[in-house]
């Protein structure tokens, strides 16, 4: 079968940053084609090409034998290509069906009616793709973040495109979304369609990806069937070298000292009853299906939901209302937030600024700060964790997504907070940056901070945790262990009651 897109050796910079240099993807209709890359490798600038959101500087596509040249994401979308980016477009006053159907409304001039329609259409839509449980009529402010990418995958749907792009969809899905989102992605392909796929995920590309194309630094490095090459060699191709291991060992490092203690917490009637101890030295799982009640524990604990219940940080009583009250002081507790767009970085500030933000009276004497002392301080975690930003003075919200996830984590670490409250910190981030994320929180534990962590990707809980804490219904179902801790008996804990049986 001939190629359906052929996108030949396409350029983009951004000033004197080069996004793209030498990019090339071939790719047939009724195929899942991965796309894969390190953090910063260009693929969303790729993507955003093929969208129609970004211009090319130089290159040639063709879609159906025909030329490419889109000028605009109406353009793109006419000619089939519908696209899920990283960061969501969904409006949070609009319902599920009038985000699916914004500015293409039904032609009724009865409001209504209009609406009807909408909604009617939208649960047409679900039950065909066998959705997960969305009500059309809801608020779209009321949705979860898994929720509303969801919904944004029924928008590019609704369009009945001919190529469905992907980004790093699955990131903030748990996991029976992502099962279900995976199996779409195949029947999306046996329609005929084709979809683009990217994903950091390799378990998930080599399940679904007939085909995976490597981009490195902006250029295509190179293209396989998946059927046709091991994991090490996409690998090295992405990183540019071999990469030695991606879970660290495994060492015990807990002490009998406890840094965190709740007792009997509650948030609404999301989060009931929770007892749960952190030790210095360890990092603590925290595991759950969508919904019960993860999010809310570590909300409570940054002060950012209304919880009730007792909270003890290194042995004292402490009241969290804030997260100002969260991180201060030299005995407070850091996050790493789930939404990163909206809670974790000022966008128009530069990588140094949001990376010192919170730290700056460190290197500040008598009102003056030390900018030497500033610039190897970021220099440093620049280096440490391999943000690849032109300079430190590039703003944020121009780094690929994977980067911007970094200078979040790079911007905790200066904190000086030795309570870590990680929510999915290596979401969006590269496997190789990955290894070397789950080796520093190893690390820092045997340093003796004390890390509560909750992953999407059941893996990484079962490799990096010494114990994982299961939530069910916002109440604990099991603390899992040595052989105990296994993806078998979380999922086991998380879905049936153990308890019970
Ligand atoms: N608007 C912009 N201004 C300046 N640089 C940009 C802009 N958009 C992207 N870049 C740069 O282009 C490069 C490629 O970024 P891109 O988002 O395409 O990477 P990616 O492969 O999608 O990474 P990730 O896996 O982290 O999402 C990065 O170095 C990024 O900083």
Redesign the pocket.
Known sequence: MPDFLEALSVAKR??G?V?LSDATLKARSGEVHALL??????????IQILAGAVRADSGSITLGGERFAVRNPEEAQRLGVAAVF?ELSLIPDLTVAENIFFRREPLSPLRTARAGAMREATAELFARYRFPAIRPDQELRRLTLAERQVVEIAKALARDPRVLIL??ATSALAPRETEWLLGLSRDLAAEGKLVIY?S?RLGEVRRIADRVTV?RN?ATVAAYDTASVDDDTIIADMLGRQMERLYPERRNTTTGRIALSVKGLSVENRLADLDLDLREGEVLGVAGLQGHGQRELFQALFGAARASGAIEVWGKPRTIRSPRDALSGRDGLALVPEDRRNHGLLLAKSVRENLTLSVVKRFTRFGLTDPKREAKLVDDMIAQLRI???SPE?AAG??????QQKVIFGKMLLTDARILLLYDPTR?I?VGTKGEIFTLMRDLAARGYAILFYSSDLAELVHVADRVAVLRYGRLAAILEGAENSEHQILRAAMIDTRAA
Do not use: P
Request: charged share 20%; net charge negative; glycine share 28%.
């Open positions: 951004y000033g940053i996004a890359g390190e953090n910063g490798a260009g693929k969303s600038t790729f990283q980004d790093e990217i950091h981009f902006g690849k930003a032109g590039q121009t780094l690929s997504g994977g980067n969006g590269d």
